[in-house]
């Protein structure tokens, strides 16, 4: 999808398809967003999970062999996106974003969305609400929560009003190579050129020359409504879409989920999914399988590429 160029502030990695910023201006927040490829190539939207941003698909995009508009946003309070003014984040503020994002790329035509993890929970749950605007989702653990028994309630509650009241922090450090060391003890498949490439678009430097994470810290409060899953259910059981739904063999997460009667359940409410595993990858495989995850996707996508 491009020349080879060189990825500035990350020696050792070459990106074969660059990226533009873009900023644009939603009622509620100044958002940003990367793309790749010509704007006259079929649309494909990307969606970055929680405490990521949306360089993190970088290697996904050089794998990719046919031409592609690939749009892909920060999420409020991540990357260059503003921070939520209210101090915490809820799910149907994305669901809203979303959908204003669409609006200015694609306010006519349904599109194509590939979401990893919270980018995943957020597109499927679109596709449920909005059926006729997602043409072909691709879904990499966005698995959802495990279903809480509405006993926490209270529980929870307390913990949030917590948690505001003393908000939390996130880890700063002394240099880009101690965040690139943070992402790989997260990590350990993420090879070092990835890894610098990583930290030099997921931290920035500080007038005291220290580094901070681009994720707004309030992420990390606690949600204070508990996850229903059956609310899920039948948000899931409205997608009309094709669903491929991809899950990384040595991912807790997956394993976790995958073991779960309930979840089960929720995939098999979607009447166009297809399940896939990866193997050699965790729950990041769009940076430990990039090629091989590029050519599932393509080769899924291709039925719907040639559609406006």
């Not at 020696?11 to 509620?28: D, H, K, N, Q, W």
């Not at 990367?34 to 939207?45: I, K």
């Not at 089960?264 to 990041?284: E, F, K, L, N, Y």
């Amino acid at each position: 999808m491009g020349l080879d160029a060189p990825a500035a502030g990350a020696p050792g990695y070459r990106v074969r398809c660059a990226c533009r910023s873009t900023f644009i201006e939603l009622p509620r927040l100044r958002y940003h967003v990367r793309e790749w490829g010509s704007p006259g190539a079929p649309l494909l939207f990307m969606l970055h999970g929680w405490m990521d941003v949306s360089a993190s698909f970088q290697f996904l995009v050089d794998e990719l062999r046919q031409d592609w508009h690939v749009v892909a946003p920060d999420w409020r309070g991540y990357g260059l996106s503003e921070w939520a003014r209210q101090g915490c984040y809820w799910m149907p503020d994305y669901l809203a974003d979303l959908e204003l994002l669409l609006d200015h790329f694609s306010a006519h035509d349904p599109v194509r969305i590939v979401g990893h993890s919270l980018g995943g929970n957020i597109a499927t749950l679109y596709a449920g609400i909005r059926p006729a605007r997602v043409r072909a989702l691709v879904n990499l653990e966005g698995l959802g929560l495990v279903g809480d028994a509405p006993a926490k309630a209270p529980a929870r509650l307390a913990k949030w009003l917590d948690e505001m009241r003393t908000p939390p922090l996130l880890q700063d450090y002394a240099s880009l190579d101690e965040v690139a060391a943070r992402l790989q003890k997260n990590n350990a498949r993420l090879p070092d050129e990835r890894a610098r490439f990583l930290a030099a678009n997921w931290a920035r430097e500080r007038k005291d020359g220290r580094y901070e994470i681009l994720g707004d810290p309030a992420h990390k409060i606690v949600n204070p409504y508990l996850y229903r899953s059956e609310e899920v259910l039948a948000v899931w059981s409205a997608v009309c879409a094709p669903v491929l739904w991809i899950m990384a063999r040595e991912s807790p997460y997956a394993q976790k989920m995958d073991a779960l009667p309930d979840f089960g359940r929720r995939v098999a409410s979607i009447s166009r999914v297809t399940r896939r595993w990866i193997d050699g990858a965790g729950h990041m495989m769009h940076h430990d399988e990039p090629r091989l995850l590029a050519q599932l996707i393509e080769e899924f996508l291709a039925p719907h590429r040639d559609l406006a």
